[in-house]
């Protein structure tokens, strides 16, 4: 706590002695400093392990003598203990019941300081609602007007000006709250000042309201998210360079989460979270190039309506990559993730919350940009599912042919590449790109709830229901086809197999993307519990009461990753071993191989 006083103020009051007299009421306080003794604070229970030592009598309130203020501050000990709604609330109180003073050199009179009206609109703009949702009004004889203001120059108006940040309530007066008493208890079993609105009734919160603590099976009090203290190690000190950044955590202001991650232990945040995400990012890349490559060595193969599978793969195949990267250096230096911050010797790394940043450094631009790659080629990816289920829909019900299907390919393109850069600028100019704790990279929705629920749950929910219906429409053609031509056991037998084909393929796609869903839609609708009980625990003794599964957050990395895996299974077959046995006969073998040629293919199967 410091107190804002000039040295040019100090000075003045080394010179000049001061005699205040109280006189005038307002609002049941006095506006001016009361004049008396300067008393050490022994008999406040509330202030004894407050920022000063000596107060003021009579006080702001005009109570005489400590064992008067004391049984009227006691009033306020429900909102402080149960509440605790701001962390400077006893301080304030204090500093009303309990003024601070002392004796300066060549001053015989001592000086005594009202509270600054900063630090009084900071306390009420945070527990006035808990005066309101129990039915009272802001007491009068704390209202801010009655303080004067820490930028005034008058002399007069010296105030203290206790810094919030600095301040907490003390540990002692957070013990488990006790029962109210009931109304058959007797008068001297119960001690509350008339004045101490706060206390004297507190009525059942309703069902609905959630801003009134509630009540856990422990006995203490859950508090609303808004009223919750970031925790030291999350809080963004002043003269950081993200101090202005607009960054949240459990909805409290300068408050983030740090570069080493939250809920989970060091090795699973650092260590096995990446270390899992890169070894499906190989695989993914080792299956993907697999894919592409088959269609670069024999490109004649793959003509639509199935060569949307290949653009898919290559979607998968730069987004992996981008994983490779980010993973690779979380790996090395978790503080050093191109996820969080830039550090300097005395500041914390915090995860990106709100890029891109105006000023943008070479951590922020490479986080950008991995989010680029891989929220972009996500996207795509999504969209050329929808192409390719719409190109078996016009081959199977609309009866198109191969040419036909094939003519529109520069549509196919502006479909499948535009929609994503769109997103892509929408979220750039929203400022919604943030870093991922667990693998390195960005993403958006990590932190803002916006993000994950309109730029990718929702985006990704329609390609996935589009393609579903053009897949169940075409699927329906395809059978209904079989059946007519039945009788022709050779077309019968080729058009069965395209058939088990096609919808292998389609489980293979929409099962994985189906979980990864899910597992967003979960992280969605509880991440704001997460916080609020991770914020509640930190630092205590207690056992969080809602934190993400480990299991389920890597789960959801590999169904990502797994799409890209199986797009391999559309290209796996006889003709693409050939293929690949002539490609490597030609680059290692000297001798000059026969050309294989396949059959031509037969025109009634461009369905």
């Not at 609002?27 to 000063?52: K, R």
């Amino acid at each position: 706590m410091t107190m804002s006083l000039s040295i040019s103020r100090v000075l003045w009051l080394t010179t000049v002695i001061v005699v205040v007299n109280s006189q005038d009421d307002f609002l049941d306080v006095s506006t001016d400093p009361p004049v008396g003794s300067c008393q050490p604070i022994t008999e406040i229970t509330m202030c004894l392990d407050i920022t000063w030592n000596n107060a003021s009598f009579p006080n702001l309130r005009q109570n005489s003598n400590q064992q008067e203020a004391n049984t009227e501050i006691q009033g306020f000990f429900t909102l402080v203990q149960q509440t605790q709604c701001s962390n400077a609330i006893v301080h304030f109180l204090c500093s009303v019941y309990a003024p601070f003073c002392d004796y300066f050199d060549g001053v015989k009179t001592p000086i005594t300081l009202k509270p600054c009206r900063e630090v009084c609109m900071h306390v009420r703009e945070r527990c006035e609602p808990f005066f309101v949702v129990n039915g009272f009004e802001w007491p009068k004889h704390l209202e801010c007007d009655n303080f004067p203001s820490n930028t005034s120059t008058n002399f007069d108006d010296l105030c203290l000006n206790i810094n919030v940040s600095d301040v907490q309530i003390p540990p002692n007066l957070l013990g488990t709250s006790t029962t109210k008493p009931t109304s058959s208890t007797t008068g001297s079993e119960t001690t509350s000042a008339s004045t101490a609105t706060p206390d004297t009734d507190n009525p059942t919160p309703d069902s609905n309201d959630t801003t009134t603590p509630r009540p856990t099976p422990g006995g203490t009090t859950t508090q609303p998210i808004s009223q919750l203290n970031c925790p030291d190690s999350l809080t963004i000190e002043p003269g950081h360079t993200l101090a202005n950044a607009s960054y949240m955590f459990a909805e409290i202001e300068d408050c983030a989460v740090i570069c080493e991650g939250v809920y989970f232990s060091d090795t699973e945040s650092n260590k096995v979270a990446p270390a899992f995400i890169l070894i499906c990012a190989i695989v993914c890349i080792a299956f993907t190039v697999f894919t592409v490559g088959t269609f670069l060595i024999d490109r004649q193969r793959y003509h639509y309506p199935e060569r949307p599978v290949i653009f898919l793969a290559l979607c998968y195949l730069i987004l992996s990559v981008a994983f490779v990267v980010g993973t690779i250096v979380k790996l090395d230096n978790p503080s050093g993730s191109y996820a969080c911050s830039d550090t300097s010797d005395d500041q914390n790394s915090f995860v990106f919350q709100r890029l891109p940043d105006a000023i943008p450094t070479y951590r922020s631009a490479s986080c950008v940009i991995l989010f680029i790659f891989v929220y972009y080629f996500q996207m795509a990816a999504a969209i050329w599912w929808v192409v390719l289920t719409l190109t078996w829909f016009l081959a199977s019900t609309l009866k198109w042919g191969e040419e036909a299907v094939e003519r529109p390919w520069i549509l196919y393109h502006i479909f499948a590449w535009c929609p994503p850069a769109i997103q892509v600028i929408l979220i750039l100019a929203l400022q919604l790109v943030d870093g991922d704790q667990l693998s390195g990279i960005c993403f958006t929705g990590n932190h803002h709830n916006v993000g994950l629920g309109v730029f990718v749950l929702m985006p990704l929910i329609i390609y996935l229901v589009l393609g579903i219906v053009f897949f169940l429409v075409g699927f329906s053609s395809l059978v209904h086809i079989l059946l007519q031509i039945s009788k022709d056991p050779h077309k019968s037998r080729r058009l069965t197999r395209l058939i088990i084909r096609i919808s292998v393929y389609s489980l293979l796609y929409i099962i994985p993307n189906v979980i990864y869903i899910c597992l967003c839609i979960y992280e969605l609708a509880e991440k704001k519990e997460w916080e609020k009980s991770y914020t509640e625990c930190h630092n205590k003794d207690c056992s969080l009461s809602s934190s993400p599964q480990f299991a389920a957050l890597l789960i959801r990395y590999l169904m990502l990753f797994i799409i890209g895996i199986f797009s391999t299974f559309w290209v796996i077959s006889l003709k693409t071993i050939v293929a690949w046995k002539k490609f490597f006969t030609s680059i290692f073998c000297c001798r000059q191989e026969q050309k294989y040629t396949f059959p031509e293919k037969r025109k009634e199967t461009a369905i």
